[in-house]
T-cell receptor, first 112, second 114 residues
Framework: KQEVTQIPAALSVPEGENLVLNCSFT??????LQWFRQDPGKGLTSLLL?????REQTSGRLNASLDKSSGRSTLYIAASQPGDSATYLC???????????FGEGTQLTVNP | GAGVSQSPSNKVTEKGKDVELRCDPI?????LYWYRQRLGQGLEFLIY????????KSGLPSDRFSAERTGESVSTLTIQRTQQEDSAVYLC????????????FGPGTRLTVT
């Protein structure tokens, strides 16, 4: 059974700092990995999708990497801003089905 | 274009009553998913529809939960005889239905069972 773990559970940083969020998964047989952000009381917004054959994806100040063999992904946020404050969720799509298996998220607070 | 929409946005119901939650996927998306997010917890998969194939119901927590989808359009999730532990945000997502594609989520329905 695929399990996804995110560390840390919560993170508070000053504005402008670069930061890394971590995601690990137990079964390396995945189709892809998605990073989402969730704002309080809202749905999920997709940030980056990395296919199993890719090593990284970039969008603006965000960079996500994938190391399938070690079962890890990282989300790097450069020059953090207060508007980045949200919960960040990592999810993997497993080979045997099309559902996403989610981690419990990292709650990020960027202080002005 | 329009994203995934869900209704109602909030629902408060008494224990024992039935509720219906609705999801309108993105037009052209053949795959539709329901997930549940309890307070302070991660998202749990409930059910998955892909075109005309039999749905994957393996995530439904009990026989009080059921879902339907007509073709490649609207889906309804029904919870019968609601219990307090059913209180959660119910999220719907849709995708093109390909192996490598991206899922797009709706805003969710917050269900509170009193």
């Amino acid at each position: 059974k695929q399990e996804v773990t995110q560390i840390p559970a919560a993170l508070s940083v000053p504005e402008g700092e670069n930061l890394v969020l971590n995601c690990s998964f137990t079964d390396s047989a995945i189709y892809n990995l998605q990073w989402f952000r969730q704002d309080p009381g809202k749905g999920l917004t997709s940030l980056l999708l990395i296919q199993s054959s890719q090593r990284e994806q970039t969008s603006g100040r965000l960079n996500a990497s994938l190391d399938k063999s070690s079962g890890r992904s990282t989300l790097y946020i450069a020059a953090s801003q207060p508007g980045d404050s949200a919960t960040y969720l990592c999810a993997v799509k497993v080979t045997s089905g099309s559902r996403l298996t989610f981690g419990e998220g990292t709650q990020l607070t960027v202080n002005p | 274009g329009a994203g995934v929409s869900q209704s109602p946005s909030n629902k408060v119901t008494e224990k024992g009553k039935d509720v219906e939650l609705r999801c309108d996927p993105i037009s052209g998306h053949t795959a539709l998913y329901w997930y549940r997010q309890r307070l302070g917890q991660g998202l749990e998969f409930l059910i998955y529809f892909q075109g005309n194939s039999a749905p994957d119901k393996s995530g439904l927590p009990s026989d009080r939960f059921s879902a339907e989808r007509t073709g490649e359009s609207v889906s309804t999730l029904t919870i019968q005889r609601t219990q307090q532990e059913d209180s959660a945000v119910y999220l719907c997502a849709s995708s093109l239905g390909l192996a490598f594609d991206e899922q797009y989520f709706g805003p969710g329905t917050r269900l509170t069972v009193t």
